[in-house]
């Protein structure tokens, strides 16, 4: 009942039900996770501006900005900033109050500050819920402001409806959010404190990075603004480019990859982020109240830190305990086809065609290796009889040696290049190190028998994939 009465004043958009929601989001509260749901189905309204980039750069002072551009158009904005303050000197909330001053008295900006304290690796979820409420509040705009650091706060940003990525000259930045993989999520770049020496360079910088990819026509190319935040200059321009590509994004259907997907696809992975991280949390929860015992998640702990068990078994079991069996493991190569060498073709199909009944396909001829391969399925697997073509064919050389008979099988796999690894890493000795184009589109690599007891092992990803 308390509850739904602050649904009610949250999606009437009373400021003091906003406030006491977002504390009830950012403690964990169960009353907190029954508000979202109940707000839930009247979100989706708002869009979401997230901005990143390294600390001091001038994320809030732009963020005001945006606010007062963006209240001047009479537009409504929440504002959630992560604040990596350290929660001892208490920075996030003196901000808080030094920057609500700026907007006293206007009810439709509303500033809140979550320290990134308390929220292991939830962070993400409760900066997600605090735009729910925001938007379930009648908020037009939410903007996000996060320190470029860590997944977290690198995730926050990714699925706001336009990435921010902030850049200040001079300071190496440029380099440093390219090793955050930061660059990738940036919808629009701002090079701030353009005031400063430096700045052209820096959106040099950027310029050259963005010239090492390509975009295919139509496809959004993240735009340099230089701003100042601190006088505002640029910030106009900066609003226009959130406009365009808020066009751009709501009116695209199909998600052409990098930053051009459409609203509904960023819309989308931020369902699915927020849907596995609740569904990891209330199982792992789970776990630990209703499957194990009092201390055995410790025990568990100590024996992993201890060598006595490895991570993999020790969640094996556990699972396995859980869910009541174990996890159905997927096959990791199945067993394709079976290649025989033959000499005298006429008898082999004499053999396995007239005796034993098997259909045999057309053959085909295969004139890289000089040979005619006449596959025969049998169930989910083949036969392929490789005769040889010319005197210099290895099904030639291959039965001069050792007569005809089993030449090779060939397992297919998902994934070629990390089955090449993960052999490899075995000290396995392969003849292909890297794999090679097949028939249909295939890719394939050959195992040493002298690695494989004596056959010679074809590894096959499937065509038609990549
Ligand atoms: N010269 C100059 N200083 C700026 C500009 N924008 C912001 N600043 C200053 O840079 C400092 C940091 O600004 P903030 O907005 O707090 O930066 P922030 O990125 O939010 O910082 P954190 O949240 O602590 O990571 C402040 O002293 C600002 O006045 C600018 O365009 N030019
Ligand atoms: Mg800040």
């Known amino acids: 009942m308390k509850t739904a009465t602050l649904a009610d004043r949250v999606l009437a958009g009373d400021p003091r039900a ?12 169960p009353e907190g996770a029954e508000l979202v749901r109940r707000v839930f189905p009247q979100t989706g309204r708002a869009y979401l501006i997230g901005v990143t980039g390294p600390p001091g750069a001038g994320k809030s002072t732009l963020v005001d900005r945006l606010t007062a551009a963006i209240r001047a158009s009479g537009r409504t904005v929440g504002v959630v900033a992560v604040d990596p303050t350290s929660p001892f000197t208490g920075g996030a909330i003196l901000g808080d109050r030094v920057r609500m001053q700026a907007h006293a008295g206007d009810t439709g900006v509303f500033i809140r500050s979550m320290a990134t304290r308390g929220h292991l690796g939830g962070l993400a979820r409760a900066t997600s819920e605090v735009a729910l409420v925001f938007d379930a509040a009648g908020k037009d ?31 190496g930045d440029e380099v440093q959010a390219l090793k955050a993989g930061i660059m990738e999520i940036a919808d629009i770049f701002v090079v701030n404190k353009a005031d400063r020496e430096g700045a052209d360079r820096a959106v040099a910088s950027i310029e050259t990075l963005l010239s090492l990819q390509t975009f295919a026509p139509g496809e959004w190319r993240p735009p340099i603004v230089k701003t100042e935040a601190t006088t505002g200059k640029g910030v106009a321009e900066l609003l226009q480019e959130i406009e365009r590509f808020r066009g751009q994004s709501s009116s695209s259907v199909t998600p052409t990859g990098r930053s051009a997907g459409s609203q509904g696809t960023r819309r989308r992975a931020r369902a ?11 199982f792992v929860r789970y776990v630990e109240r209703q499957v194990l015992g009092p201390g055995e998640f410790e025990l568990a702990l100590d024996r992993i830190a201890a060598r006595e ?27 394709d086809h079976v290649g025989i060498a033959v000499s005298d073709v006429g008898q082999a199909l004499a053999f ?23 596959f025969i399925p049998a169930g989910e697997a083949a036969l392929e009889l490789l ?3 010319t005197d210099d064919s290895p099904i030639a050389k291959y039965i ?8 090779h099988i060939t397992l297919r796999v998902d994934d070629i290049r990390a089955a090449l690894a993960r052999l490899k890493s075995k000290g396995v000795r392969l003849i292909d190190e890297a794999p090679r184009d097949g028939a249909h589109g295939s890719l394939v690599a050959f195992v040493h028998p002298s690695s494989a007891h004596g056959v010679l092992v074809e590894l096959k990803e499937a065509g038609g994939r990549r």
Do not use: C, K
């Open 352 to 374: 396995y065609r007239d005796a034993l009944g098997l259909d045999v396909a057309a053959p085909e001829e295969v004139a890289s290796q000089r040979v005619r391969a006449h």
């Open 387 to 389: 005769e040889a073509t």
């Open 141 to 171: 705009i939410v903007l996000i402001e996060t320190v470029g650091v860590g997944q977290d706060e690198v995730d926050i940003v990714r699925t706001a409806d336009v990435s921010i990525v902030m850049i200040v000259p001079g300071s």
């Open 18 to 29: 906003i406030a006491r929601a977002i504390t009830l989001i950012e403690d964990e509260a």
């Open 272 to 282: 699915e982020w927020r849907l596995r991280e609740m569904l990891a949390e209330r």
């Open 309 to 335: 068990v490895d991570p993999y078994s020790a969640v094996d079991e556990i699972f396995a305990r859980a869910v009541g069996h174990a996890e159905p493991r997927e096959p990791s190569s199945v067993l």
């Open 400 to 407: 001069a040696r050792r007569g005809p008979g089993l030449h």
